[in-house]
């Protein structure tokens, strides 16, 4: 029985979905203390340290699994988890009709095995109408999400293209982590 060291609803929605039996856990990480203006470069160092935190928290008797994922804007930005529904609006204004990459990076540990990973899933979206867009903030369902975004909802309709998967962009690259939750331990 793995570790989801995570307080995401939406990465334990994923493991239900992928039929993975897990005990979920959260971990304190501060990802204020993170300097780096790259994308990829702070979504590994925040599962990294999830991960750290998460071993001398609960060792490594059991697996353990923890997980980051930003929005890089097609700038190269890194858009977090709004502060409030002005910043949820700032935010997804800035993916509207543009490419943006969601991208999740994962640290699986157990006694033997240790494996990380870093996916991205590529979005280019349409133009959010506006009303829309406000339904959406009204709803609140854009908290605690990177980017206010959710691929499976509020942003389906606007999607172009996609190069990815969907799994990385809510917050876990299951896929690619399923072989390694497979092995025993
Ligand atoms: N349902 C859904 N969730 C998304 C989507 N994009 C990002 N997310 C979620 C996954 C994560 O829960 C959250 C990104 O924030 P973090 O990586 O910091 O994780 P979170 O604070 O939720 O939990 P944790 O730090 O692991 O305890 O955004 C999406 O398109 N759909």
Redesign the pocket.
């Known amino acids: 029985m793995i570790y989801l ?7 334990a ?1 994923l493991l239900n979905n992928f039929g993975i039996d897990f005990i979920q856990k ?2 304190a ?1 501060d ?1 204020e203390q993170i300097t780096t203006s790259i994308a990829k470069d702070f ?1 590994y160092t ?1 599962s990294k340290g ?1 991960l750290n935190a998460a071993i001398r928290a609960f060792g490594v008797e059991s697996p353990l699994l ?6 890089a804007a097609s700038d190269g930005t890194i858009l ?2 709004p502060k409030n529904r002005e910043d949820a609006r700032r935010i997804l204004n800035i993916q509207s009709g543009s490419t943006i990459s ?1 991208i ?1 990076s994962a640290h699986y540990k157990s006694k033997r095995l240790a494996f990380s990973d870093i996916s991205a899933t590529h979005y280019h979206f349409s133009r959010f109408e506006e009303e829309d867009l406000e339904r959406y903030l009204e709803s609140g369902l854009w908290q ?4 206010g ?5 509020f ?1 389906k309709k606007y999607i172009q293209s996609v190069d990815g998967y969907e799994s990385t ?4 690259q299951v896929e690619t982590l399923l072989p390694w939750i497979k092995v025993k331990n």
């Open positions: 060291c995570s307080s995401s609803e939406s990465r929605l959260s971990v990480y990802e979504v925040a999830k923890c997980a980051d994922t930003v929005i977090r988890k969601i999740s605690g999400k990177a980017g975004c959710m691929v499976e909802g942003c962009a809510m917050g876990l």
